[in-house]
T-cell receptor
Framework: DTGVSQNPRHKITKRGQNVTFRCDPISEHNRLYWYRQTLGQGPEFLTYFQNEAQLEKSRLLSDRFSAERPKGSFSTLEIQRTEQGDSAMYLC?????????????FGPGTRLTVL | DAKTTQPNSMESNEEEPVHLPCNHSTISGTDYIHWYRQLPSQGPEYVIHGLTSNVNNRMASLAIAEDRKSSTLILHRATLRDAAVYYCILWEGKTSGSRLTFGEGTQLTVNP
């Protein structure tokens, strides 16, 4: 399977705990994106990387959120001191930055539940 | 980002054509119209994009109004597998960065 993979698929945690999610993009894709999606809403952009450089961060990405893509391949998204409002689906996507269009390939997501 | 307006929900019957509308009256000349869909319990997937001319691919057709203030995604023969949320998204690229700005989309129900 050469699609985008995300782990874990589900995470249940208690408020105040830290969690980390992993995304493995399609191997030749140089851009990697993180989105968050709550029930009934479309995905909301959080941040994106071009290779290992984090080029854009949304205002939604509070200080408790940090993302890395250390070698320009996989990426991690960490949430510190989780709050109940962080409960959502976290989606990762990747694309090859080529052409005047924006075809992003999404993973299946990690569903976070904060108790 | 320019805003799009879509109906909250639509219904179709299997094997019939489906026309999903999108209004984008504030579209700029350099905005590309993208459509994504999200099947239940999956991440979104790209469907099609266009700038000015109508476009066809193996999944769907995109009809763009002459003034570009609206567009229609056409599924020629709906199947049960096409039941999903369909998002119409404008993307300019150079000034809007690389993000996709999703709205709430249209929930398409396909009846057998």
């Amino acid at each position: 399977d050469t699609g985008v993979s995300q782990n874990p698929r589900h995470k249940i945690t208690k408020r105040g705990q830290n969690v980390t999610f992993r995304c493995d993009p399609i191997s030749e894709h140089n851009r990697l994106y993180w989105y968050r999606q709550t029930l009934g809403q479309g995905p909301e952009f959080l941040t994106y990387f071009q290779n290992e450089a984090q080029l854009e961060k949304s205002r939604l990405l509070s200080d408790r959120f940090s993302a890395e893509r250390p070698k320009g391949s996989f990426s991690t998204l960490e949430i510190q001191r989780t709050e109940q409002g962080d409960s959502a689906m976290y989606l990762c996507a990747s694309r090859l930055n080529r052409g005047p269009y924006n075809e992003q390939f999404f993973g299946p997501g990690t569903r976070l539940t904060v108790l | 980002d320019a805003k799009t307006t879509q109906p909250n929900s639509m219904e179709s019957n299997e094997e019939e054509p489906v026309h999903l509308p999108c209004n984008h009256s504030t579209i700029s000349g350099t905005d590309y119209i993208h459509w994504y869909r999200q099947l239940p319990s999956q991440g979104p997937e790209y469907v099609i994009h266009g700038l000015t001319s109508n476009v066809n691919n193996r999944m769907a057709s995109l009809a763009i109004a002459e003034d570009r203030k609206s567009s229609t995604l056409i599924l020629h023969r709906a199947t049960l597998r096409d039941a999903a949320v369909y998002y119409c998204i404008l993307w300019e690229g150079k000034t809007s960065g690389s993000r996709l700005t999703f709205g709430e989309g249209t929930q398409l129900t396909v009846n057998p």
